[in-house]
Protein backbone atom coordinates (compact mmCIF):
# COMPACT_ATOMS: atom_id res chain seq x y z
CA UNK A 1 0.00 0.00 0.00
CA UNK A 2 1.28 3.51 -0.63
CA UNK A 3 0.83 6.39 1.74
CA UNK A 4 1.59 9.92 1.94
CA UNK A 5 2.92 11.17 5.11
CA UNK A 6 2.57 15.31 6.05
CA UNK A 7 5.62 16.20 3.60
CA UNK A 8 3.99 14.45 0.62
CA UNK A 9 6.50 11.91 0.25
CA UNK A 10 4.87 8.45 -0.74
CA UNK A 11 6.17 5.74 1.45
CA UNK A 12 5.40 2.38 1.34
CA UNK A 13 3.39 1.16 4.21
CA UNK A 14 2.71 -2.85 4.67
CA UNK A 15 -0.82 -4.54 4.75
CA UNK A 16 -0.30 -6.25 7.75
CA UNK A 17 -2.75 -9.41 8.07
CA UNK A 18 -4.02 -10.68 10.54
CA UNK A 19 -5.31 -14.53 11.52
CA UNK A 20 -7.33 -16.13 14.23
CA UNK A 21 -5.78 -19.68 15.36
CA UNK A 22 -7.73 -21.88 18.02
CA UNK A 23 -5.22 -23.45 20.15
CA UNK A 24 -6.59 -26.76 20.42
CA UNK A 25 -7.62 -26.81 16.58
CA UNK A 26 -5.16 -25.40 14.44
CA UNK A 27 -5.65 -24.21 11.10
CA UNK A 28 -2.57 -25.92 8.80
CA UNK A 29 -3.44 -23.27 5.71
CA UNK A 30 -2.85 -20.67 7.91
CA UNK A 31 0.16 -22.43 10.00
CA UNK A 32 1.70 -23.05 6.55
CA UNK A 33 1.17 -19.11 4.90
CA UNK A 34 3.04 -17.95 7.82
CA UNK A 35 6.20 -20.62 7.52
CA UNK A 36 6.55 -19.30 4.18
CA UNK A 37 6.44 -15.38 5.04
CA UNK A 38 9.30 -16.39 7.76
CA UNK A 39 10.83 -18.81 5.15
CA UNK A 40 10.87 -16.06 2.77
CA UNK A 41 12.60 -13.21 5.25
CA UNK A 42 9.19 -11.71 6.87
CA UNK A 43 7.82 -11.02 10.33
CA UNK A 44 5.19 -12.51 12.11
CA UNK A 45 3.79 -11.85 15.61
CA UNK A 46 2.57 -15.17 17.17
CA UNK A 47 0.95 -16.23 20.76
CA UNK A 48 3.85 -17.60 23.13
CA UNK A 49 3.05 -18.56 26.70
CA UNK A 50 4.97 -15.64 27.79
CA UNK A 51 3.82 -12.76 25.52
CA UNK A 52 3.23 -11.96 21.74
CA UNK A 53 6.45 -13.07 19.95
CA UNK A 54 7.81 -11.38 16.55
CA UNK A 55 9.07 -13.41 14.55
CA UNK A 56 12.02 -14.03 12.15
CA UNK A 57 14.09 -16.55 10.65
CA UNK A 58 16.81 -16.40 13.20
CA UNK A 59 19.41 -17.83 10.71
CA UNK A 60 18.48 -15.04 8.28
CA UNK A 61 20.90 -11.78 9.09
CA UNK A 62 18.50 -9.43 7.03
CA UNK A 63 15.48 -10.74 8.47
CA UNK A 64 17.03 -10.01 12.02
CA UNK A 65 17.80 -6.39 10.88
CA UNK A 66 14.09 -5.92 10.19
CA UNK A 67 13.02 -6.97 13.59
CA UNK A 68 15.07 -4.49 14.78
CA UNK A 69 13.57 -1.82 12.69
CA UNK A 70 9.66 -2.88 13.31
CA UNK A 71 10.46 -2.58 16.71
CA UNK A 72 12.59 0.35 17.18
CA UNK A 73 14.93 -1.98 18.94
CA UNK A 74 18.76 -1.00 19.68
CA UNK A 75 20.58 -3.56 17.82
CA UNK A 76 22.57 -4.88 20.08
CA UNK A 77 20.08 -6.31 22.25
CA UNK A 78 20.49 -9.51 21.13
CA UNK A 79 17.20 -12.05 19.83
CA UNK A 80 15.82 -15.33 21.49
CA UNK A 81 15.94 -18.16 18.90
CA UNK A 82 12.74 -20.25 19.44
CA UNK A 83 13.08 -23.97 18.83
CA UNK A 84 10.57 -27.15 18.64
CA UNK A 85 13.20 -30.07 19.05
CA UNK A 86 15.38 -30.72 21.57
CA UNK A 87 17.62 -32.11 18.81
CA UNK A 88 18.07 -29.09 16.95
CA UNK A 89 20.02 -27.15 19.94
CA UNK A 90 22.94 -29.22 18.55
CA UNK A 91 23.58 -27.14 15.09
CA UNK A 92 22.53 -23.45 16.48
CA UNK A 93 25.67 -23.95 20.20
CA UNK A 94 28.44 -25.44 21.06
CA UNK A 95 29.62 -26.88 24.51
CA UNK A 96 26.14 -27.72 25.76
CA UNK A 97 27.08 -28.25 29.27
CA UNK A 98 25.78 -31.35 31.20
CA UNK A 99 23.17 -29.82 33.22
CA UNK A 100 21.38 -28.69 29.89
CA UNK A 101 19.74 -31.92 29.53
CA UNK A 102 18.45 -32.26 32.75
CA UNK A 103 16.65 -28.66 32.59
CA UNK A 104 15.45 -29.07 29.18
CA UNK A 105 13.43 -32.22 30.19
CA UNK A 106 12.14 -30.79 33.31
CA UNK A 107 11.14 -27.02 32.17
CA UNK A 108 11.23 -27.48 28.08
CA UNK A 109 9.20 -26.86 26.54
CA UNK A 110 8.05 -23.45 28.45
CA UNK A 111 9.27 -20.06 29.94
CA UNK A 112 13.11 -21.13 30.55
CA UNK A 113 15.64 -19.44 28.04
CA UNK A 114 18.87 -20.81 28.17
CA UNK A 115 22.12 -19.03 26.92
CA UNK A 116 25.10 -20.90 25.25
CA UNK A 117 28.09 -20.71 22.69
CA UNK A 118 26.58 -19.97 19.23
CA UNK A 119 27.71 -22.12 16.37
CA UNK A 120 28.33 -20.47 13.09
CA UNK A 121 25.04 -21.07 11.64
CA UNK A 122 23.50 -18.17 13.92
CA UNK A 123 24.41 -14.64 12.79
CA UNK A 124 25.86 -11.79 14.67
CA UNK A 125 22.53 -10.23 13.60
CA UNK A 126 20.25 -12.24 15.87
CA UNK A 127 22.76 -12.12 18.61
CA UNK A 128 22.98 -8.66 18.69
CA UNK A 129 27.06 -9.02 18.07
CA UNK A 130 27.60 -11.82 20.80
CA UNK A 131 29.63 -14.96 20.60
CA UNK A 132 26.32 -16.89 22.26
CA UNK A 133 22.79 -17.45 21.76
CA UNK A 134 19.56 -17.59 23.93
CA UNK A 135 17.45 -20.42 23.60
CA UNK A 136 14.11 -21.32 24.11
CA UNK A 137 11.67 -23.82 23.31
CA UNK A 138 7.48 -22.59 23.84
CA UNK A 139 5.20 -24.49 24.79
CA UNK A 140 2.34 -22.81 22.74
CA UNK A 141 1.46 -25.49 19.94
CA UNK A 142 0.78 -22.62 17.83
CA UNK A 143 4.33 -21.23 18.53
CA UNK A 144 5.52 -25.24 17.61
CA UNK A 145 3.50 -25.01 15.01
CA UNK A 146 4.67 -21.83 13.36
CA UNK A 147 8.42 -22.76 14.69
CA UNK A 148 8.49 -26.01 12.42
CA UNK A 149 6.92 -24.40 9.42
CA UNK A 150 9.37 -21.87 9.22
CA UNK A 151 12.61 -24.41 8.92
CA UNK A 152 13.27 -24.74 12.89
CA UNK A 153 14.85 -21.86 14.43
CA UNK A 154 12.52 -18.77 14.45
CA UNK A 155 14.13 -15.55 16.69
CA UNK A 156 11.27 -14.13 18.55
CA UNK A 157 11.91 -10.88 20.69
CA UNK A 158 8.38 -9.65 22.34
CA UNK A 159 6.01 -8.51 19.60
CA UNK A 160 5.84 -4.42 21.27
CA UNK A 161 7.37 -1.71 20.23
CA UNK A 162 10.95 -1.14 22.19
CA UNK A 163 9.84 0.79 25.50
CA UNK A 164 6.17 0.01 25.49
CA UNK A 165 5.08 -2.64 28.16
CA UNK A 166 5.06 -6.65 26.24
CA UNK A 167 2.25 -7.54 24.49
CA UNK A 168 -0.27 -10.34 25.76
CA UNK A 169 -2.73 -10.12 23.09
CA UNK A 170 -2.68 -9.56 19.56
CA UNK A 171 -4.64 -6.26 20.28
CA UNK A 172 -1.35 -5.16 21.68
CA UNK A 173 0.48 -6.38 19.06
CA UNK A 174 -1.33 -4.78 16.45
CA UNK A 175 -1.27 -1.20 18.40
CA UNK A 176 2.65 -0.94 18.16
CA UNK A 177 3.20 -3.06 14.95
CA UNK A 178 0.89 -2.64 12.08
CA UNK A 179 1.53 -1.72 8.81
CA UNK A 180 5.06 -2.63 10.00
CA UNK A 181 4.72 -6.66 9.77
CA UNK A 182 3.63 -8.91 7.34
CA UNK A 183 1.08 -11.21 9.60
CA UNK A 184 -0.26 -11.51 13.13
CA UNK A 185 -1.54 -14.71 14.07
CA UNK A 186 -4.19 -13.44 17.54
CA UNK A 187 -4.29 -16.69 19.21
CA UNK A 188 -6.20 -15.22 22.14
CA UNK A 189 -4.76 -14.08 25.75
CA UNK A 190 -1.00 -15.63 26.46
CA UNK A 191 -0.88 -17.63 29.68
CA UNK A 192 1.40 -16.30 31.58
CA UNK A 193 1.86 -12.75 30.85
CA UNK A 194 5.89 -11.95 32.00
CA UNK A 195 8.87 -12.83 29.98
CA UNK A 196 11.17 -16.46 30.25
CA UNK A 197 13.21 -16.65 32.75
CA UNK A 198 17.03 -16.27 31.37
CA UNK A 199 19.80 -18.67 32.82
CA UNK A 200 23.13 -17.86 31.27
CA UNK A 201 24.32 -21.48 30.58
CA UNK A 202 28.02 -20.38 30.36
CA UNK A 203 29.08 -19.77 33.24
CA UNK A 204 29.49 -21.79 36.42
CA UNK A 205 27.04 -21.75 38.62
CA UNK A 206 24.75 -21.32 35.94
CA UNK A 207 23.39 -17.53 36.11
CA UNK A 208 19.46 -16.10 35.94
CA UNK A 209 19.66 -12.76 33.53
CA UNK A 210 15.91 -12.22 34.07
CA UNK A 211 13.86 -13.40 36.35
CA UNK A 212 10.59 -15.33 35.42
CA UNK A 213 7.81 -17.54 36.05
CA UNK A 214 10.77 -20.55 36.70
CA UNK A 215 12.00 -19.41 39.77
CA UNK A 216 15.61 -19.85 41.12
CA UNK A 217 14.22 -22.59 43.88
CA UNK A 218 12.46 -24.60 40.81
CA UNK A 219 16.00 -24.42 39.42
CA UNK A 220 18.22 -25.63 42.03
CA UNK A 221 15.94 -28.25 42.80
CA UNK A 222 17.49 -30.00 39.03
CA UNK A 223 21.00 -29.05 39.13
CA UNK A 224 21.82 -27.36 42.37
CA UNK A 225 23.11 -23.97 43.14
CA UNK A 226 22.51 -21.27 40.50
CA UNK A 227 23.32 -17.50 40.97
CA UNK A 228 21.29 -14.26 40.22
CA UNK A 229 22.92 -11.32 37.94
CA UNK A 230 22.73 -8.91 41.08
CA UNK A 231 21.39 -5.84 38.80
CA UNK A 232 18.05 -7.53 38.40
CA UNK A 233 16.66 -5.57 41.44
CA UNK A 234 16.68 -2.39 42.55
CA UNK A 235 18.67 0.85 41.34
CA UNK A 236 22.03 -0.05 43.87
CA UNK A 237 24.55 -1.68 41.36
CA UNK A 238 26.39 0.50 39.10
CA UNK A 239 27.18 -2.51 36.89
CA UNK A 240 25.41 -3.11 33.86
CA UNK A 241 23.15 -5.96 33.80
CA UNK A 242 24.52 -9.16 32.06
CA UNK A 243 21.25 -9.37 29.37
CA UNK A 244 21.73 -6.47 26.91
CA UNK A 245 18.13 -5.96 27.25
CA UNK A 246 17.92 -5.67 30.94
CA UNK A 247 19.67 -1.90 30.81
CA UNK A 248 17.27 -0.61 28.75
CA UNK A 249 13.97 1.08 30.28
CA UNK A 250 11.82 -1.31 29.56
CA UNK A 251 8.00 -2.25 30.16
CA UNK A 252 7.18 1.59 30.91
CA UNK A 253 3.89 3.85 30.74
CA UNK A 254 3.33 7.06 29.63
CA UNK A 255 2.98 8.32 33.07
CA UNK A 256 5.00 8.26 35.66
CA UNK A 257 4.77 5.13 37.87
CA UNK A 258 6.24 5.19 42.00
CA UNK A 259 6.04 1.54 43.81
CA UNK A 260 5.06 2.56 47.41
CA UNK A 261 6.48 -0.03 49.84
CA UNK A 262 5.26 -0.64 53.67
CA UNK A 263 3.03 -3.11 54.91
CA UNK A 264 -0.04 -3.61 52.81
CA UNK A 265 -2.46 -1.37 55.30
CA UNK A 266 0.52 1.19 55.05
CA UNK A 267 0.11 1.24 51.57
CA UNK A 268 -3.39 1.88 51.22
CA UNK A 269 -3.23 4.20 53.47
CA UNK A 270 -0.45 6.46 51.78
CA UNK A 271 -1.80 5.70 48.38
CA UNK A 272 -5.18 6.91 49.57
CA UNK A 273 -3.05 10.28 50.73
CA UNK A 274 -1.88 10.73 47.29
CA UNK A 275 -4.72 10.22 45.29
CA UNK A 276 -6.57 12.78 47.81
CA UNK A 277 -4.07 15.76 47.86
CA UNK A 278 -3.80 15.16 43.50
CA UNK A 279 -7.64 15.21 43.22
CA UNK A 280 -7.58 18.31 45.97
CA UNK A 281 -5.60 19.69 42.93
CA UNK A 282 -8.11 18.63 40.31
CA UNK A 283 -5.64 15.40 39.07
CA UNK A 284 -6.61 12.29 38.49
CA UNK A 285 -3.55 9.61 39.33
CA UNK A 286 -3.69 5.94 38.35
CA UNK A 287 -3.86 3.71 41.55
CA UNK A 288 -2.80 0.19 40.60
CA UNK A 289 -4.43 -2.15 43.74
CA UNK A 290 -5.29 -5.77 44.57
CA UNK A 291 -8.16 -7.79 44.79
CA UNK A 292 -7.34 -7.64 48.60
CA UNK A 293 -7.67 -3.71 48.53
CA UNK A 294 -9.54 -2.02 45.67
CA UNK A 295 -12.93 -1.75 47.94
CA UNK A 296 -10.16 1.18 50.47
CA UNK A 297 -10.01 3.25 47.60
CA UNK A 298 -11.69 6.63 46.81
CA UNK A 299 -10.41 8.54 45.02
CA UNK A 300 -8.29 7.96 41.70
CA UNK A 301 -8.51 6.15 38.95
CA UNK A 302 -8.19 2.22 40.24
CA UNK A 303 -7.18 -1.07 38.52
CA UNK A 304 -7.54 -4.14 39.79
CA UNK A 305 -4.41 -6.60 39.07
CA UNK A 306 -5.59 -9.53 40.86
CA UNK A 307 -5.57 -11.34 43.66
CA UNK A 308 -2.14 -11.69 45.92
CA UNK A 309 -3.93 -14.94 47.37
CA UNK A 310 -2.93 -16.31 42.99
CA UNK A 311 0.07 -14.14 42.08
CA UNK A 312 -0.37 -15.49 38.07
CA UNK A 313 -3.62 -13.09 37.69
CA UNK A 314 -1.12 -10.71 38.95
CA UNK A 315 1.50 -11.75 36.71
CA UNK A 316 -0.85 -12.15 33.44
CA UNK A 317 -2.58 -9.07 34.05
CA UNK A 318 0.32 -6.23 34.43
CA UNK A 319 1.44 -5.41 31.07
CA UNK A 320 -2.10 -4.74 29.84
CA UNK A 321 -2.99 -2.72 32.82
CA UNK A 322 -0.14 -0.55 32.46
CA UNK A 323 -0.90 -0.41 28.68
CA UNK A 324 -4.81 0.80 29.96
CA UNK A 325 -2.92 3.45 31.30
CA UNK A 326 -1.35 4.67 28.51
CA UNK A 327 -5.03 5.46 27.56
CA UNK A 328 -6.43 7.24 30.30
CA UNK A 329 -5.57 10.91 31.38
CA UNK A 330 -3.87 10.48 34.61
CA UNK A 331 -1.34 12.32 36.11
CA UNK A 332 1.03 9.36 37.92
CA UNK A 333 0.38 6.14 38.83
CA UNK A 334 1.18 4.53 42.03
CA UNK A 335 1.13 0.66 42.42
CA UNK A 336 1.18 -1.31 45.75
CA UNK A 337 4.08 -3.43 46.38
CA UNK A 338 4.58 -6.95 45.49
CA UNK A 339 6.25 -10.07 47.79
CA UNK A 340 9.76 -10.99 46.04
CA UNK A 341 8.84 -14.90 45.75
CA UNK A 342 8.65 -17.19 43.69
CA UNK A 343 6.80 -15.38 40.75
CA UNK A 344 6.49 -12.01 42.59
CA UNK A 345 10.46 -11.72 41.96
CA UNK A 346 9.62 -11.14 38.09
CA UNK A 347 6.54 -9.35 38.89
CA UNK A 348 8.21 -6.85 41.01
CA UNK A 349 11.46 -6.93 38.79
CA UNK A 350 9.26 -5.89 35.91
CA UNK A 351 7.44 -3.11 37.91
CA UNK A 352 10.59 -1.97 38.78
CA UNK A 353 11.95 -1.59 35.44
CA UNK A 354 8.17 0.14 34.17
CA UNK A 355 9.19 2.35 37.35
CA UNK A 356 12.07 3.32 36.44
CA UNK A 357 13.15 1.90 39.82
CA UNK A 358 10.88 4.99 41.36
CA UNK A 359 9.81 4.07 44.74
CA UNK A 360 8.67 5.31 47.70
CA UNK A 361 8.69 4.19 51.26
CA UNK A 362 4.52 4.08 52.86
CA UNK A 363 5.69 5.86 55.82
CA UNK A 364 7.09 8.70 54.04
CA UNK A 365 3.93 9.78 53.57
CA UNK A 366 1.67 8.55 56.22
CA UNK A 367 3.83 9.57 59.24
CA UNK A 368 2.85 13.11 59.58
CA UNK A 369 -1.00 11.71 60.44
CA UNK A 370 -2.27 11.22 63.65
CA UNK A 371 -5.38 9.96 62.96
CA UNK A 372 -6.35 8.16 59.33
CA UNK A 373 -9.88 7.01 60.67
CA UNK A 374 -12.74 9.40 62.40
CA UNK A 375 -15.35 7.34 63.40
CA UNK A 376 -19.00 9.35 65.15
CA UNK A 377 -20.94 7.98 67.16
CA UNK A 378 -24.50 8.15 68.58
CA UNK A 379 -27.18 5.82 70.27
CA UNK A 380 -28.39 4.34 66.92
CA UNK A 381 -26.11 5.44 64.11
CA UNK A 382 -29.95 6.36 62.54
CA UNK A 383 -29.28 10.19 62.66
CA UNK A 384 -26.97 12.04 64.36
CA UNK A 385 -23.66 9.92 63.52
CA UNK A 386 -24.41 9.45 59.58
CA UNK A 387 -25.27 13.08 59.72
CA UNK A 388 -22.25 14.21 61.40
CA UNK A 389 -20.08 12.03 58.79
CA UNK A 390 -21.68 13.10 55.73
CA UNK A 391 -21.05 17.00 56.58
CA UNK A 392 -17.99 16.03 57.08
CA UNK A 393 -17.10 14.29 54.08
CA UNK A 394 -18.16 17.49 52.28
CA UNK A 395 -15.75 19.82 54.03
CA UNK A 396 -12.30 20.85 52.69
CA UNK A 397 -9.84 18.59 54.27
CA UNK A 398 -6.27 18.56 53.35
CA UNK A 399 -5.92 14.93 54.48
CA UNK A 400 -7.75 11.79 53.40
CA UNK A 401 -9.92 10.56 56.08
CA UNK A 402 -12.14 7.32 56.68
CA UNK A 403 -15.05 8.92 58.19
CA UNK A 404 -17.70 6.47 59.48
CA UNK A 405 -20.33 6.29 61.73
CA UNK A 406 -21.26 3.89 64.78
CA UNK A 407 -24.11 3.46 67.10
CA UNK A 408 -23.90 2.32 70.70
CA UNK A 409 -27.34 0.04 70.74
CA UNK A 410 -27.48 -1.45 67.15
CA UNK A 411 -29.67 -4.92 67.37
CA UNK A 412 -30.31 -5.20 63.48
CA UNK A 413 -29.07 -2.89 60.49
CA UNK A 414 -31.77 -0.38 60.53
CA UNK A 415 -31.81 3.09 57.77
CA UNK A 416 -31.41 6.30 58.27
CA UNK A 417 -34.54 8.11 59.87
CA UNK A 418 -36.73 9.80 57.45
CA UNK A 419 -37.08 12.85 59.04
CA UNK A 420 -33.21 13.41 59.07
CA UNK A 421 -33.14 12.02 55.59
CA UNK A 422 -35.53 14.86 54.67
CA UNK A 423 -33.33 17.25 56.01
CA UNK A 424 -30.49 16.04 54.32
CA UNK A 425 -31.85 16.39 50.78
CA UNK A 426 -32.89 19.88 51.56
CA UNK A 427 -29.16 20.67 52.19
CA UNK A 428 -28.57 18.75 48.69
CA UNK A 429 -26.90 15.79 50.50
CA UNK A 430 -28.25 12.08 51.14
CA UNK A 431 -28.03 8.75 53.32
CA UNK A 432 -30.24 6.25 51.40
CA UNK A 433 -28.99 3.04 51.20
CA UNK A 434 -26.63 3.54 54.73
CA UNK A 435 -27.78 1.46 57.14
CA UNK A 436 -26.91 1.47 61.26
CA UNK A 437 -23.80 -0.33 62.18
CA UNK A 438 -22.57 -1.35 65.81
CA UNK A 439 -19.27 0.45 67.24
CA UNK A 440 -16.91 -2.43 68.77
CA UNK A 441 -13.39 -2.46 70.35
CA UNK A 442 -11.98 -3.00 66.65
CA UNK A 443 -12.95 0.45 65.95
CA UNK A 444 -10.47 1.97 69.31
CA UNK A 445 -7.59 2.14 67.64
CA UNK A 446 -4.45 4.53 68.06
CA UNK A 447 -5.32 6.27 64.65
CA UNK A 448 -8.75 6.16 64.80
CA UNK A 449 -10.41 9.46 66.41
CA UNK A 450 -13.69 8.30 68.05
CA UNK A 451 -16.36 11.71 68.56
CA UNK A 452 -19.63 10.89 70.60
CA UNK A 453 -22.23 12.88 70.02
CA UNK A 454 -22.90 13.43 73.70
CA UNK A 455 -21.33 12.72 77.25
CA UNK A 456 -23.23 9.74 77.50
CA UNK A 457 -22.07 7.27 74.89
CA UNK A 458 -18.40 8.58 75.81
CA UNK A 459 -19.48 7.42 79.36
CA UNK A 460 -20.43 4.27 78.31
CA UNK A 461 -17.75 3.65 75.77
CA UNK A 462 -15.33 3.82 78.76
CA UNK A 463 -17.08 1.69 81.12
CA UNK A 464 -17.29 -1.12 78.70
CA UNK A 465 -13.65 -0.56 77.37
CA UNK A 466 -11.11 1.37 79.09
CA UNK A 467 -9.42 -2.02 80.52
CA UNK A 468 -9.66 -4.15 77.66
CA UNK A 469 -6.12 -4.97 76.65
CA UNK A 470 -7.30 -4.53 72.51
CA UNK A 471 -9.19 -1.43 72.57
CA UNK A 472 -7.57 1.61 72.86
CA UNK A 473 -9.87 4.47 74.51
CA UNK A 474 -7.33 7.61 74.86
CA UNK A 475 -8.87 9.01 71.44
CA UNK A 476 -12.59 9.56 72.45
CA UNK A 477 -14.02 12.41 72.90
CA UNK A 478 -16.93 14.10 72.92
CA UNK A 479 -17.66 16.52 69.78
CA UNK A 480 -17.82 19.62 71.91
CA UNK A 481 -15.19 18.58 73.52
CA UNK A 482 -12.79 18.26 70.74
CA UNK A 483 -13.51 21.34 68.88
CA UNK A 484 -13.77 23.13 72.52
CA UNK A 485 -17.40 24.33 72.35
CA UNK A 486 -20.01 24.11 74.97
CA UNK A 487 -22.56 23.40 72.71
CA UNK A 488 -25.13 20.30 73.19
CA UNK A 489 -26.40 17.83 70.44
CA UNK A 490 -30.02 16.80 71.65
CA UNK A 491 -31.25 13.99 70.23
CA UNK A 492 -34.43 14.88 68.19
CA UNK A 493 -35.80 11.48 68.09
CA UNK A 494 -39.72 11.47 68.09
CA UNK A 495 -39.79 15.21 67.47
CA UNK A 496 -41.22 17.45 64.84
CA UNK A 497 -39.07 17.91 61.97
CA UNK A 498 -38.03 21.60 63.38
CA UNK A 499 -35.96 19.95 65.64
CA UNK A 500 -33.92 17.77 63.28
CA UNK A 501 -33.67 20.69 61.26
CA UNK A 502 -32.00 22.61 64.37
CA UNK A 503 -29.86 19.68 64.99
CA UNK A 504 -28.45 19.14 62.01
CA UNK A 505 -27.25 23.31 61.84
CA UNK A 506 -25.46 22.64 65.12
CA UNK A 507 -23.40 19.64 63.72
CA UNK A 508 -22.87 21.27 61.05
CA UNK A 509 -21.17 24.47 63.32
CA UNK A 510 -19.21 22.15 65.06
CA UNK A 511 -18.47 19.68 62.03
CA UNK A 512 -16.75 23.25 60.60
CA UNK A 513 -14.89 24.05 63.29
CA UNK A 514 -13.78 19.84 64.03
CA UNK A 515 -12.34 20.47 60.05
CA UNK A 516 -10.37 23.22 60.95
CA UNK A 517 -8.79 21.79 63.48
CA UNK A 518 -7.81 18.68 61.44
CA UNK A 519 -6.39 20.57 59.02
CA UNK A 520 -4.06 22.44 61.69
CA UNK A 521 -2.82 19.21 62.06
CA UNK A 522 -1.45 18.63 58.86
CA UNK A 523 0.00 22.71 58.52
CA UNK A 524 2.60 20.77 61.48
CA UNK A 525 0.15 22.04 64.21
CA UNK A 526 0.46 18.59 66.18
P1 LIG B 1 12.91 -10.28 24.49
O1 LIG B 1 13.20 -11.01 23.22
O2 LIG B 1 12.20 -8.99 24.27
O3 LIG B 1 12.29 -11.17 25.51
O4 LIG B 1 14.33 -9.91 25.02
C1 LIG B 1 15.37 -10.84 24.95
C2 LIG B 1 16.22 -10.71 26.16
O5 LIG B 1 17.21 -11.76 26.15
C3 LIG B 1 16.97 -9.40 26.22
O6 LIG B 1 16.97 -8.91 27.53
C4 LIG B 1 18.34 -9.81 25.78
O7 LIG B 1 19.30 -8.93 26.24
C5 LIG B 1 18.49 -11.22 26.35
N1 LIG B 1 19.46 -12.01 25.59
C6 LIG B 1 19.27 -12.56 24.38
N2 LIG B 1 20.40 -13.18 23.96
C7 LIG B 1 21.32 -13.01 24.93
C8 LIG B 1 22.67 -13.41 25.08
N3 LIG B 1 23.29 -14.09 24.14
N4 LIG B 1 23.31 -13.04 26.20
C9 LIG B 1 22.66 -12.36 27.17
N5 LIG B 1 21.38 -11.95 27.07
C10 LIG B 1 20.72 -12.27 25.97
MG1 LIG C 1 11.00 -7.37 25.12
Known amino acids: MLRANKKNVIIKVMETIIKKIDKNQIDENII ?315 IMNRLEKAAGHCRIPASVITKEQKYRRIVFVSNTDTCRGPVAAQILKKQNLEQEYWIDSKGMVVLFPEPVNQKAEAIMKSNQMSLEGYTSRKLTQRDLNPDTLVLTMGMNQKEKILAEYEHSEEAYTDNVYTLNEFVGDNLEIPDPYGQPLTAYGECYEKITLLIEKLAKILNSFTKGGQ
Open 32 to 346: REAGEILREGGLVAFPTETVYGLGANALDEEAARKTYAAKGRPSDNPLIVHIADFDDLDEITMNVPPETEALAQRFWPGPLTMIFEKSRLVPYGTTGGLETVAVRMPSDPIAKELILAAGGYVSAPSANTSGRPSPTTAEHVWEDLNGKIEMIIDGGSVDIGLESTIVDMTVTPPMILRPGAITADMLEEVIGVVSVDETILGSESNQPPKAPGMKYRHYAPKAKLTIVQGSLKEEVFAIRQLAYEKARQGKTIGIIGTDETVEFYTHGLIKNIGSRENEKTIARNLYRILREFDEEDVSEIYSESFAIQGIGNA
